[in-house]
């Protein structure tokens, strides 16, 4: 039975699941969740029998079930290790995980849609704004730093990394946040899109995309 991803065409945590299974080449089936305001599958009971924080992405792969795109990532990497996307010595495994969670930490929860649309309907505020620009030039100001001459995020070879910065990147695009304090970030971004694995994962090429 093939890996069974439970994903959403926008989720950019879902995106990060699906560059990784496509990088590393793994046979997979993606069951599309909707999130889409009015249909909400992730809240139905059916979903939320499997992952009882409703949230994409969850992994299945045989006995395993999975929630939260960095804990099946490990899992991924730890389970499938023929084609590797965290280095395997330090400082570069170290290196890779810092770009990850300032990514997954302290970028994305803070510009999720959930949150974006507690603070509209709560407080009345536009967070497409300045609000979701502010983070991530807060967050990007300091990836810059850690950024290689490339052609990847991190160096020479795609790593864990790339597959958190490019949905990132993605959704800057999306809400026109200028990037142009961020030239490494960029590049890295566009020549991992350049690659298969990355191509296949966008959201615009998913079954579910609207």
Known sequence: MPIRLYS?????????????????????EIVPVSLAPGVSEHRGEAYRAKNPQMLVPFLE??????????AILEYLEETYPGV?????????????RTLCSMIACDIHPLNNLRVMNYIKSEFGA????????????????????????????????????????????????????????FPKLVAATDACNELSAFQDAAPEAQSDAD
């Open 84 to 96: 590797r996307l965290l280095p395997q010595s330090e400082p570069g495994r170290s290196r890779v």
């Open 8 to 28: 959403y065409w926008r989720s950019s945590a879902a995106y990060r699941v699906r560059i990784a299974l496509n990088f590393k080449g793994l046979d997979h």
């Open 126 to 181: 536009d967070p497409t704004d300045s609000w979701y620009a502010h983070w991530i030039h807060e967050g990007f100001a300091a990836a810059e730093t850690l950024a290689s001459d490339g052609p990847y995020v991190l160096g020479d070879e795609v790593t864990l990394a790339d597959a958190f910065l490019v949905p990132q990147v993605y959704n800057a695009r999306r809400f026109s946040v200028p990037l142009d304090g």
């Open 61 to 70: 792969d045989g006995e395993m079930a999975i929630a939260q795109s960095m």
